[in-house]
């Protein structure tokens, strides 16, 4: 049963520059959630997407964008990239959308490092 | 003040200790509580997922939730060298059809051979 994987696993970026990264939900997952997690912080939520659409956003400003394609997959996009950026960004894949308990199970992939130098 | 409050430790116990991890919480709307286990340098591994108030068993594994003192507990019994890691908080609610989860900021925790 393949997990969540992400990539690339590092990645090293300058100021200004605009970045990608991808996830790919666990197996039978359809509902992918992004957070950043800053060294020695939780994890904080930047936004979760579920049938291709941005259904729920943290405070994060517009330069962060997302995208689902409809094999659930995900990426989250950086423009306008700055040295507050630099962090480990975490995709966590769940099921569904309201059917029930399961909705808050996430399970987290092994991360994106992201370096802004 | 944070939502979720955790003490970042580090928390230091020899082999076979029970060890005792808290998160205190200020919203009451919390319902769903979450524990995560994060190694150096990976992603958070879910531990253990509590609904409401009461208390939740896995293997070595204990969670509770107290939900009058917005309070909830892990608790490890027999603790390996393994269980060396930063233990994660995590909790949510179901208002405004909220799924995000809102974590603390982890307690390190170093078991001693």
């Known amino acids: 049963d393949a997990g969540v994987t992400q990539s690339p696993t590092h990645l090293i970026k300058t100021r200004g520059q605009q970045v990608t990264l991808r996830c790919s939900p666990k197996?039978?997952?359809?509902?992918v959630s992004w957070y950043q997690q800053a060294l020695g912080q939780g994890p904080q939520f930047i936004f979760q997407y579920y049938e291709e659409e941005e259904r729920q956003r943290g405070n994060f400003p517009d330069r962060f964008s997302g995208h689902q394609f409809p094999n659930y997959s995900s990426e989250l996009n950086v423009n306008a990239l700055l040295l507050g950026d630099s962090a480990l960004y975490l995709c966590a894949s769940s099921l569904g959308w309201g059917w029930g308990q399961s909705d808050y199970e996430q399970y987290f992939g092994p991360g994106t490092r992201l370096t802004v130098t | 003040q944070k939502e979720v409050e955790q003490d970042p430790g580090p928390l230091s116990v020899p082999e076979g200790a029970i060890v005792s991890l808290n998160c205190t919480y200020s919203n009451s709307a919390f319902q769903y509580f979450m524990w995560y286990r994060q190694y150096s340098r990976k992603g958070p591994e879910l531990l253990m997922y509590?609904?409401?108030?009461g208390n939740k068993e896995d293997g070595r594994f204990t969670a509770q939730v107290d939900k009058s003192s917005k309070y909830i507990s892990l608790f490890i019994r027999d603790s390996q060298p393994s269980d060396s890691a930063t233990y994660l908080c995590?909790?949510?609610?179901?208002?405004?059809?909220?799924?995000?989860?809102?974590f603390g900021s982890g307690t390190r925790l170093l078991v001693r051979p």
């Open positions: 509590t609904y409401s108030s």
């Open positions: 995590a909790m949510s609610s179901r208002m405004d059809s909220s799924y995000k989860l809102i």
């Open positions: 197996s039978g997952h359809d509902t």
